[in-house]
């Protein structure tokens, strides 16, 4: 399979706490494991069902223990198991300084690798 992604992919594990954007429906933690992370996105496996194109606002624990606001749109999706789905989702309006934080790891990953 031919890699599309734009940036180096890194692997964390964190748990986000995702509200969707484009409804009133009221914030909740919904568990995720974050299987990498980029400068531009990020990806995980939930047993939620979200849906493609939809904007989810999360608040993601970095390798630093700091936690970053974003807003990520779902790319991607697929069925993994019966309770178990895998996303793809790029970063909507991440400000620079938190892309160079995910930038400077994968800098820092590359020269130790």
């Known amino acids: 399979m031919e890699e599309r992604r734009k940036n180096k992919r890194l692997e964390l594990t964190s748990k986000l706490l995702i509200k969707r ?40 624990t970095i390798w630093t223990k700091e936690v970053i606001h974003v807003f990520l ?4 999706m697929e069925k993994k198991e019966e309770n178990l789905f895998s996303y793809g989702s790029i970063f909507i309006g991440m ?9 400077t790891y994968s800098t820092i990953e590359t020269m130790e690798s």
Do not use: M, N, P, W
Not at 73 to 76: A, G, T
Not at 95 to 103: L, P
């Open 21 to 60: 954007l484009d409804t009133d429906s009221q914030a909740r933690e919904v568990d995720i494991d974050v299987v990498d992370v980029s400068k531009t996105g990020v990806g995980f496996e939930c047993s939620e069902t979200l849906e493609i194109g939809a904007v989810y606002e999360a608040s993601l």
């Open 73 to 76: 749109e779902i790319v991607r």
């Open 95 to 103: 400000s620079e300084i938190e892309a160079s934080r995910i930038e």
